[in-house]
């Protein structure tokens, strides 16, 4: 087995990428209104409540969209608070339990302006509340995607309390799969589309298609590399994909592998990543000026959520407390255990 390591060099995610950091000048304003919002469901024990404000999701929603309205950026704020909720209340729960708070999102996502039946978990009205006032400002085809794009994002979650039921260790193969789905970029990417009419024959050509999923690892694997530290410390280690390259290498019995080689290997994987990006989005067909136009800024609105994703991490208190501006400057990370347990 590798030595155990105390502490890992993390690599530079936004060298050679060229989506600079913008925040959305409506930030401040529309953060506050959407967080008020959110706790005013009282969704959240103390000490999630504590969580919940250190991970200040309108910051990711305005970076991510800081080209968007105002209302837009609200409907994003909302979204990212909200799929808190969802992840807090499903989190530990058993595959059955979570499928009844998925079907009741889906509900109330598919019928937005129905009362909810008395008794039913906040899950209804968050998502009812958050989708009956995004519908307001969404282009039909941004909505009917949003819809079947959530439906995807939480059975995928279901899977994953599936997984976790049955203590199943998924292959990197299998697990990038599913995390495609849970990582929640999908619906996300829709806010994009909100104030657009792309047509579907382009939104699902498959170089567009392809545009979408390099984003996606992008961002799963920044997620994975950020997040680590803390699931490793938890014992949480099923869904991260730094373990599950180092578990890879155990059962191959790879003797030269440590947490810094994984590192290191996602890393490469996510360079691989952006240049295939940067390269295939140059190659993209073209249709009408209009579709075009579109078109590019939904491309280059992918591009700044990988870049959100990556200054948020640092930002906000998420994933390495008030220590995130220091660390990325250095990129050197300390390992909150003594060994890489997993």
Known sequence: MPSPITTVRLPDLLEGWPFERKINPHSEEVAAESTQWIEAHEPFDERYLAVFRKCNFGLIASLAYPNASRDILRTGCDLMNAFFVFDDISDGQCSADVRKGADIIMDA????????????SILGDVFQTFWSRALIYSSRSAAHRFINHFQDYVDAVVEQAIDREHNRIRSVEDYLTLRRHTI????????????????????????????????????????????????????DEAHNMVCKLYMVAVIMKSHDLNVQDAVDHIGEQYRQLRDRFLTDRETLPSWSEDVNRELK??????????????????????????????????????????????
């Not at 996502?109 to 039913?120: A, K, V």
């Open 109 to 120: 996502l598919r019928n937005p302006y129905d009362p909810r039946p008395q008794g039913e």
């Open 184 to 235: 929640g970029c999908l619906p996300s990417f829709n806010v994009l589309q909100m104030n657009m009419d792309l047509p579907d024959f382009v939104v699902t050509h498959p170089q567009v298609l392809n545009l979408v999923t390099i984003a996606t690892d992008m961002i799963i694997l920044a997620n994975d590399l950020y997040s680590y530290n803390i699931e490793q410390y938890r014992g």
């Open 297 to 342: 800024e939904y491309i280059e609105g992918l591009g700044n959520w990988v870049t959100a994703n990556v200054e948020w991490s640092f930002e906000s208190e998420r994933y390495f407390g008030k220590d995130g501006p220091e660390i990325r400057q250095h990129r050197n990370l300390a390992l909150l255990s003594q060994e890489f347990r997993c």
